[in-house]
């Protein structure tokens, strides 16, 4: 049976869905903060994801079958490109990732025992994926998990776990092989952050966020809460990849530190200069290119064709975009904005994390060199 999410009402086009979210952000702009897309997903963050499960908004890309509204993921781009521009919320992991996922490896009581909470905001998961020793490079981790009749026991530590304190599960990838098996001994578990032996510590980010170490100690995980089969994890973690790349850089982000960068040069009276003027030109031309390619990810992304080397291309410009447009006041001398609560003394340090979360530029950059360019080893 298909879990039931909540009336639901089917948007129209995907220009009138956008207006109906623009409306929605407007309306409910008291209920956060200015700057909550910044902040972690518990709060006011948790409360508007749920606001988006009653509408039916968390499960708008996915089959109707599995309870969703079955529409392109045009409509999830929307959704997010349009919190990201109002800096509302960032795309839930829940309904993101890891619903990808289970829709597609997960058993029928499996479905039934997480979808329905995922589609309706109540249910939060972190990503256990990095830890000390494996991060750019993840078939190197060694959180390990041993089967012991009907429970896997698992330990290791994972490193900057977004979201661990307040989420409900750990989606954990850990060692089922040994060391030498790389990415084919990896799996995934759903791990309760209630069990017994996981201590969480937090790690501050240079941006004031919360980042976790999260250890594990012999945690007792029912194999009834692993997806898929012993030593899959790796192809199932790459496919939900594949299927969530049209929202990892979100032009809406961009648009709206762009449009601040321009209201602090009017400000500061530097739009008068030629220099100045130029240079915003350039960073309005760079959004361009960021913007068509986003609509060329969501295309490819929908056609279910590759998007790995336009994805990197993404994050290697989206972020070195962020990086320009918050560092430019500093730049020509502005020594107001790297005051403690100065926009852009926020967006200078934030954006130093962009380039680093989900895949560094490095990382990124060697994809397209060795895929587009055909250079490397
Ligand atoms: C804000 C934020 C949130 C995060 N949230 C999560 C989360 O929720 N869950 C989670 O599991 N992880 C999370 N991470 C971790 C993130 O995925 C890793 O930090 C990232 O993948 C890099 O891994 P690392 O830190 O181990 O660095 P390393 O992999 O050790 O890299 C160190 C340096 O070496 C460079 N490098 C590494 N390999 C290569 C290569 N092949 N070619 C060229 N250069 C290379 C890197 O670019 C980097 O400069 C988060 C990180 C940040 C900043």
Redesign the pocket.
């Known amino acids: 049976m298909p879990p039931a999410v909540c009336a639901t009402r089917k948007p129209g086009s995907e220009g009138d869905f956008r207006r109906e979210v623009e409306a929605f952000l407007t309306a409910t702009a008291q209920r956060r903060d200015a700057w909550q897309y910044f902040r972690d997903r518990s709060g006011a963050t948790a409360e508007l994801y749920r606001e988006l499960g009653r509408r039916g908004w968390l499960s708008i890309a996915w089959p109707e079958a599995e309870g969703g509204m079955g529409l392109p993921p045009a409509y999830e781009f929307a959704l997010w490109d349009e919190m990201a521009f109002a800096r509302a919320a960032r795309p839930p992991i829940a309904a993101g990732l890891v619903a990808r996922s289970i829709l597609e490896y997960a058993t029928p009581a499996q479905k039934q025992a997480w979808l329905p909470g995922i589609a309706a905001g109540e249910l939060g998961f972190?990503?256990?994926?990095?830890e000390p020793e494996?991060?750019?490079?993840l078939t190197g981790l060694r959180t390990r998990a041993h089967r012991d009749g009907e429970v896997y026991r698992v330990t290791g530590e994972?490193r900057?776990?977004?979201?661990a304190h307040h989420a409900d599960f750990l989606w954990l990838l850990c060692r089922t092989g040994d060391l030498a098996s790389r990415a084919r001994g990896l799996t995934l578990l759903v791990v309760p952050m209630s069990s017994a032996g996981i201590v969480i510590t937090p790690i501050d980010?240079i941006d004031g966020?919360r980042?976790n170490e999260v250890r594990l100690d012999d945690v007792e995980v029912p194999v009834a809460n692993r997806l898929g089969e012993e030593g899959e994890a790796w192809s199932i973690t790459q496919a939900a990849l594949a299927r969530e790349r049209h929202l990892q850089i979100l032009p809406g982000r961009l648009r709206r530190d762009l449009a601040d960068l321009v209201t602090w040069a009017r400000r500061s009276s530097l739009l008068a200069r030629d220099d100045v003027a130029r240079r915003l030109a350039e960073l309005t031309s760079w959004l361009d290119a960021v913007t068509a390619t986003a609509a060329r990810i969501v295309d490819d992304v929908s056609a279910g064709r590759d998007t790995t080397v336009a994805a990197a291309r993404q994050k290697v410009v989206g972020t070195a975009l962020m990086q320009q447009i918050a560092r430019l006041p500093l730049e020509y001398g502005d020594l107001s904005q790297v005051v403690e609560g100065q926009p852009f003394e926020f967006l200078w340090r934030e954006c130093v994390?962009e380039s680093?979360?989900?895949?560094?530029?490095?990382?990124m950059a060697?994809i397209v060199a060795r895929r587009a360019l055909s250079l490397g080893t």
């Open positions: 972190s990503l256990g994926y990095s494996a991060g750019s490079d994972k900057w776990t977004s979201d980010t966020h980042l994390l680093i979360a989900g895949g560094t530029s490095e990382v060697d």
